[in-house]
């Protein structure tokens, strides 16, 4: 392919543009986007790569030229430091292919000039960019139920996600629907071909973990009886989720980061390097940040994997959705068989706040239809839900029980002051943040 170089900084553009040529390409340089149009206006072009940021016409301004003019089927690749993510994604909207974060190893463009390559080559005289890389026929907003404007952003979000290869790290409580947006993403994208595979990292004690993600040889310790291989090796070429990311142990967090950020990892008690051919989509219900101040997560990692953000509201901020996800759970829960809720039920649900989410609402719908059969009622429904609530009260009163109720209250009050930030909410009750985090804890808030 003619490649076309575009960046500001000479080392990073020669080193870039030596490595293309031993890969076969024909390749030149520009170093700001006027050159750029100007080799442009002059010869013919398959791919652009181009920095974000340079001087006389940036990035996006070049995007634009191109896309808007008669080059628009001339593909661009943007290159991008992990503070302008923001202005990435504006530009994938705007037509590019694709976006690298700075720092990267050249040998990082090679897979998505390869994507290009073979798309262009199956693309017919009457075909588009869209039909070459339909990957699933249900649109997303077929799989995702929702008409609330708080979705309307990760509902975009995803769509980008799904047409990129960039990392993506998916925030929001437990129960909102992490592990299905990471699947849609997957489902979409030009991997879906090749295999998902989720890891809850949650489920391994730290010991084992390190196994569980690299595979492991026989004999490297008691009880791997034969070689194994790992979750990296078993999602080659597709999708490697990792749901609680926060929980891997700090100490495991470095071959982690080596293995998104060189692709390369060994097995357990192995020396050969292995090639990692994964897109990762992480998630977590934590905030990462506190983590990283209070030395549990590494910073690096974190930039590695916070490069598509995508979070997702709980329901209770997205209550407008409700009745459509009621229709869509109970037909899932039912299957072929007939069912009717009451339009009073449905009001019963609206006035819940929904700790649990999505989730609570599946199993509170799956317990009523199960005891209430084909029709479920106001009073199925309030009595479910009112045994719930029974259940998180304590088991005993007096003044213990009603100290434990106040703390409980001022610890939520500073969490939510605070945005969730709790080493400013621990600042503001004149708590030490470990303390705060052992209450959190212990009241059932972390």
Known sequence: MRILVV????????????????????????????????????????????????????GIELLKWIKQGPLAHVEVVMMTAYGSIEVAVEAVKLGAFDFVTKPFRNDDIFPLLARIERQQKEKTVAGTRAEAEA???APITDTIVTESPSMDRVMRMIEIAARTDANVLLLGETGVGKDLIASVIHRH??????????????LFPPQLI?????????????????KRKGRFDLAQGGTLYLDDVDDIPLEQQSKLLRAIEEKVFEKVGGTVPIQADVRVIASTKQNLLDKIDDGTFR???????????????????RLDDLPLLVDHLMKRIAKDQPYEIDADAVDVLLRHDWPGNIRELYHTLERAWLVGADHITASLLTAEMAGIAAKKKPATGGFRAAM???????????????????TAAAEALGMKASTFRDKLAKHGLG
């Open 7 to 58: 960046d500001d900084e000479k080392i990073k553009r020669v080193t870039l543009s030596d490595d293309l040529a031993t890969q076969g390409h024909e390749v030149e340089t520009a170093c700001d986007g006027q050159e750029a149009i100007d080799r442009l206006s002059a010869a013919t072009f398959d791919v652009v790569v181009s920095d974000l940021k340079m001087p006389n016409v940036d």
């Open 135 to 137: 990957v699933d026929e």
């Open 189 to 202: 994208s030009y991997r879906s071909g090749f295999p998902y595979v989720k890891v809850g990292c949650t």
């Open 210 to 226: 390190e196994s569980e993600l690299y595979g492991h040889e026989k004999g490297s310790f008691t009880g791997a009886e034969s």
């Open 299 to 317: 910073r690096d990692l974190y930039y590695r994997l916070d490069v598509l953000r995508i979070t997702i509201p709980p329901l209770r901020e």
């Open 404 to 422: 434990d109720h106040a703390e409980r209250q001022l610890l939520a009050d500073a969490l939510t002051a605070a945005g969730g930030n709790k």
